[in-house]
């Protein structure tokens, strides 16, 4: 069966506050990087997988976002899936 | 009638929560472990505060895939009461028991405190000793209580009377004041403070133990 690589980007909804983010935003000013306006923490999640087209492991993948990776509560996903050469 | 007590790797109020119950309320307990798949003769079960399979992920969300609590999602189903507490609340939110999630402090701070509670008891089972609008103290110890819900669903969650626990000095950012919620029918309760460490006097007050004593009769 093919293998699948796969990197599922998992970050907080937009109305979701993110005190980590704001706290690290703060420390970038200490470091004396000013001009940062907007600093929001996700997680990056990368999956290898086999299945038997790219279908199907979109399909897996996604399954596998909504219910385990991500909660669809307070957090949005995207994925980004290319065949192992 | 005996209490189960759920046991992931990493809860660690499981031995607080049958102090409370054996030991201060006299009642017959059974530490149900994770991998088990049938929940025998109990009468209710409490999900302990702690760190669930390490919380990796997010809090409660790979505790929600264990053996045990297909069959405790089918007893709630049935109306038999469950108790989520700290990250037994958690684990109820990841499940889909309970609606919204738990998410990191407002603060950052891991807040180890006693906060003041208004109860709002509704048709909650857990609360029935409890009446509307009576205070209570009882200590709180989580980093990720800060409860969060879409504004509309709050509003519906507060309409229909599930907002049971509200702090009165909100201490970690949760919208609405939210420490405790009920499902539809009032069988499940999740609150982020610990009743079970509020049930022996030689330890602090004792406002926990009408909570883990309304459900027993």
Not at chain 2, 10 to 26: F, I, K, T, Y
Not at chain 2, 41 to 51: W, Y
Request: aromatic share 6%; with cysteine; proline share 5%.
């Amino acid at each position: 069966m093919p293998l699948f690589h796969a990197r599922v980007q998992v970050s907080l909804r937009p109305s979701v506050l993110d005190p980590a983010g704001e706290a690290t935003r703060a420390a970038a000013g200490r470091l004396g990087v000013e001009g940062v306006r907007r600093l929001r923490i996700g997680k990056a999640i990368e999956v290898d997988l086999e299945a038997a087209d790219a279908e199907s492991a979109r399909a897996q993948l996604a399954l596998l976002s909504d219910r385990l990776l991500a909660n669809p509560v307070i957090e949005d996903w995207t994925l980004d899936l290319r065949e192992a050469i | 009638m005996t209490i189960g007590i759920v046991v992931f790797p990493g809860s660690n109020c499981d031995r607080d929560v049958q102090w409370a119950l054996e030991g201060c309320l006299g009642r017959p307990t059974r530490f149900l472990w994770h991998e088990e798949r049938d929940l025998g003769a109990i009468e209710a079960v409490v999900l302990p505060g702690g760190f669930s399979y390490g919380d990796y992920l997010r809090c409660g969300a790979i505790a929600r895939f264990a053996p045990l609590l297909e069959e405790v999602g089918r007893f709630a189903a049935a109306g038999g009461p469950v108790l989520g507490i700290c990250n037994g609340f958690q684990v109820l939110t990841e499940m889909g028991l309970l609606p919204g999630a738990l998410t990191r402090n407002r603060d950052l701070h891991f807040l180890c405190e006693s906060v003041q509670l208004e109860v709002r008891p509704g048709s909650c089972r857990w609360l029935g000793g409890y009446n509307e609008g009576e205070r209570l103290q009882l200590p709180i110890a989580h980093g990720e209580g800060r409860y969060q819900v879409e504004s509309e669903e709050l509003r519906r969650l507060e309409g229909e009377g599930q907002v049971v626990l509200r702090y009165s000095h909100n201490p970690n950012g949760s919208v609405g004041d939210v420490a405790g919620l009920t499902n539809a029918a009032g069988n499940v309760l999740g609150l982020m403070p610990h009743p079970e460490r509020a049930c022996d006097p030689l330890t602090g007050g004792v406002d926990g133990r009408r909570l883990l004593a309304a459900i027993l009769g």
